[in-house]
């Protein structure tokens, strides 16, 4: 097939681009400082509990839900991701799924929380935006982002994106925020979902003074470098709470690399081959339980896995 062939040649091509196809690269990578935590950070590599598992299925679904049409969110109609969550109360939705991600924002009422939802892409898309090597490092916009120390870089082919949805998310979340009576604001989102997602997670409380974010993200590639990976660290230790959930042998949370000055907060959680979900303590756990340890370079990587299972859900909208 034509079109499988062409995107194999780009991917392969950014991968070259991302010096992935050089293992001899990929291991002389430098080993990130270990930030240091407060002592309710854990110290060891622990399970989840299947209860604690199931607390994260609303997210995953609505997730999953992001890739639905902004119609269909709007009408909370939008299949089985919808029909997972059937409380929610839908308030904005949003993009093109071209320029700008399809969003939605609304309350949960069983869970008291706003949530933010972005549409994330398949690999095939994914590789060419990570690996372009004109965007990787910007500053976040000082507009967007007052005050945040100017030495926190991201890459800017994710930060252009969001800042496409972040008025209308931002004026959705406010709406939200005054109709429902809550403080509490989730953001959610797959694949390059996520990585718009965490930078909404910092977002929102630079705007919305008072509020406690949540980021839980699947299949999260790295979105800034060390400073960025710092300040989420740093907002994780006062409002802030990040889970970056990675399924198996997924190779995008190991994009863009390491040596390329990229690097993960804390937060990841890594559902292992007998599907485990493991909570990895630390940025970019190198641990071979952890998703940088087991998915050590693209060869040992599987690109099915990105897409989940989560727990059960595929990510992707399913009108049935
Ligand atoms: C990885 O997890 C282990 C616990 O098994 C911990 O001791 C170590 O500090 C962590 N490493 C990093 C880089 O976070
Ligand atoms: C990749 O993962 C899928 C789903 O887990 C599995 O069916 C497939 O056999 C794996 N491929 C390789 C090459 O390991």
Redesign the pocket.
């Known amino acids: 097939m034509a079109r499988s062939r062409s995107s194999k040649a780009r991917l392969s091509m950014a991968l070259a681009a991302c010096g992935l196809l050089s293992s001899g690269t990929w291991q002389a990578a430098a080993?990130?400082t270990?930030?240091k935590h407060d002592s309710e950070e854990?110290?060891?590599?622990t399970a989840l509990s299947t209860a604690q598992i199931d607390a994260f299925r609303p997210y995953t679904h609505y997730a999953s839900a992001g890739y639905c049409s902004p119609a269909s969110t709007l009408a909370w109609d939008c299949g089985r991701n919808c029909r997972a969550n059937p409380s929610f109360k839908p308030v904005a939705s949003g993009g093109d799924g071209e320029s700008t991600q399809f969003w939605y924002v609304g309350f949960d009422p069983r869970l008291k929380e706003v949530i933010v939802s972005h549409q994330g892409t398949d690999t095939s898309k994914l590789f060419p935006i990570m690996t372009d090597g004109d965007i990787l490092h910007v500053p976040l916009d000082e507009k967007l982002f007052p005050g945040v120390d100017r030495r926190v870089v991201v890459h800017g082919g994710f930060a252009a994106t969001q800042s496409r949805s972040a008025p209308g998310v931002l004026a959705a979340v406010q709406k939200a925020i005054a109709k429902y009576k809550t403080k509490k604001v989730t953001v959610t989102g797959h694949s390059l979902g996520a990585a718009i997602g965490l930078l909404d997670a910092i977002f929102l409380p630079l705007h919305i003074p008072g509020i406690t974010t949540r980021f839980v993200g699947y299949g999260l590639p790295r979105v800034g470098n060390m400073h960025f990976a710092d300040y989420v660290d740093e907002q994780q230790r006062a409002t802030l709470s990040v889970t970056r959930i990675n399924n198996r042998k997924d190779i995008v949370p190991i994009l863009p690399g390491r040596f390329l000055g990229f690097h993960h907060p804390?937060g990841e959680v890594h559902i292992d081959e007998a599907g485990v979900w493991l909570a990895?303590?630390?940025?970019?756990?190198?641990?071979a339980?952890?998703t940088v340890g087991d998915v050590r370079n693209i060869f040992v990587g599987n690109g099915t896995d990105h897409n989940g299972p989560y727990g059960g859900v595929k990510m992707g909208c399913s009108s049935s």
């Open positions: 080993f990130p270990w930030l854990q110290a060891s590599i804390s990895c303590p630390g940025q970019d756990n190198a641990s339980k952890c």
